[in-house]
C-alpha cells in the first residue's frame, strides 16, 4: 500500500491533484513528438528573456437573482465581477510592475430571458445576457467563460506586443504566438505509466519531454510537465506543474518555449508561509490576484447596493 500525503495547498483551494469529469474526458495524446524513445529529464535552459508577462483573471458572484418572469415564473440569474490583468517581471532590473487591468460586471439569467439591472452605484453598472439552459450552473459557466475570453484576448494583445506571457491557466487562444499556459493542478492523466515515471524523477529546473495533446481534435497543443521546487516530505509529484503551447507553433520553438519555461520559472515558485498554493501558485500571479480583488470592490458593499437599487427600482416602478 502506498504512502499518505497531505497536500501543502490550504483545504479551500482543493488540490492540485484533482479529478473533473468534465474536464478529463480523455484526448488523444501523441508521446513521441520530441522524445520517440526512452525518456529522461531533459534540464531546462535559460535563454536571458528581459521580461516575463502574468497574465491571470478573478471572477466573483456578486449577488444570486431571480427574476419573476409573469409567463415561466422564477428564472434564476446572477450578478458577476471579474477582472482580467497582468504584472511584467523585468528580469534585467530586478522588479515587477502592474500593468493596466480590465474590470467587467455582468448580469446574466437563464431560459433565454434577459433584463436591465439598475446601477447600483459609481463603476457598479452591469451588463445583461441571457442564457438559453434553465440550470442556475449554466451561468457560473458563461461567467466563468467570459473571463477565460477576455483572459485569451489579453494575452494575445500583450505577446503580440513582444512581451513573453505566462498566463494562469489553460491556453484558450491556439494561434502561433510564443503564450504559455501554465496549470497548476493535475486533472487528467495524459501521460503512460513509463512516462509519468519520469515525471517523478524530475529535479528543479527540470521537464519532460514535449507531448501533443488533443492530436487530430480541434484543440491541439504541445505541453509539458516541470518542477518548480523541491517540497520537503513531498510526494512524488510535489511541486510539479503543467505547461502548454500552441502546437501551430513549430516544433523547435515550442521545445525553446518549454526550456525556458522549465528554467526561470522556478524562481517565481511561491512559499509555504505566504502562499497557500504554494509552490504552484507563483509569486506574481498571487500578488495579480490580489490586486485584481481589490480592484472588483468590497463584495459586502456591492452587495448591498444592488439589493438597494433593486428595491428603489421595484419601488419606482410599482412592482
Known amino acids: 500500500m502506498g504512502q499518505i500525503y497531505v497536500e501543502g495547498w490550504a ?8 479529478t473533473d469529469g468534465a474536464l478529463a474526458e480523455p484526448e488523444k495524446v501523441d508521446e513521441d513528438v520530441e522524445v520517440a524513445g526512452r525518456w529522461a529529464p531533459i534540464v531546462g535552459v535559460d535563454d536571458g528573456v528581459a521580461e516575463v508577462v502574468f497574465v491571470d483573471g478573478v471572477r466573483r458572484v456578486d449577488a444570486r437573482l431571480t427574476l419573476d418572469d409573469p409567463t415561466d415564473g422564477p428564472i434564476a440569474g446572477l ?8 504584472v511584467g ?6 522588479r515587477s510592475t502592474y ?11 437563464g431560459s433565454g430571458k434577459v433584463a436591465e439591472v439598475p446601477v447600483a452605484g459609481p463603476r457598479l453598472a452591469y451588463r445583461s445576457e441571457s442564457v438559453a439552459e434553465t440550470d442556475p450552473a449554466a451561468l457560473v459557466q458563461r461567467f466563468h467563460g467570459a473571463m477565460r475570453k477576455a483572459e485569451a484576448a489579453l494575452s494575445e494583445e500583450l505577446v503580440r506586443s513582444g512581451r513573453f506571457v505566462v498566463a494562469d491557466g489553460p491556453i484558450n487562444d ?13 486533472r487528467a492523466p495524459y501521460l503512460s505509466s513509463e512516462r509519468r515515471a519520469v515525471v517523478a524523477r524530475l529535479a528543479t529546473g527540470q521537464r519532460t519531454p514535449l507531448f501533443l495533446i488533443g ?8 505541453s509539458w510537465y516541470f518542477r518548480l521546487a523541491d517540497v520537503p516530505r513531498g510526494h512524488a509529484w510535489s511541486g510539479i506543474a503543467r505547461a502548454e503551447v500552441s502546437s501551430r507553433l513549430d516544433l523547435a520553438t515550442a ?11 522556478p524562481a517565481t515558485a511561491s512559499q509555504p508561509h ?23 470592490g468590497d463584495p459586502a458593499f456591492i452587495y448591498r447596493a444592488l439589493r438597494e437599487a433593486i428595491m428603489r427600482d421595484r419601488i419606482g416602478s410599482g412592482r
Open 79 to 86: 450578478c458577476g465581477t471579474y477582472a482580467v490583468g497582468a
Open 99 to 109: 500593468l493596466p487591468s480590465r474590470v467587467a460586471r455582468l448580469a446574466l439569467f
Open 274 to 296: 505566504i502562499e497557500p498554493r504554494a509552490p504552484q501558485n507563483l509569486v506574481p500571479i498571487a500578488a495579480l490576484e490580489r490586486e485584481l480583488r481589490r480592484l472588483m
Open 89 to 94: 517581471w523585468d528580469r534585467r532590473a530586478g
Open 11 to 18: 483545504p479551500d483551494y482543493g488540490s492540485p491533484m484533482q
Open 255 to 265: 521545445k525553446r518555449v518549454a526550456d525556458r519555461v522549465a528554467a526561470v520559472l
Open 215 to 222: 492530436a487530430g481534435g480541434a484543440y491541439p497543443r504541445y
Open 174 to 186: 491556439l494561434s502561433a504566438t510564443e503564450k504559455v499556459g501554465f496549470i497548476k493542478s493535475h
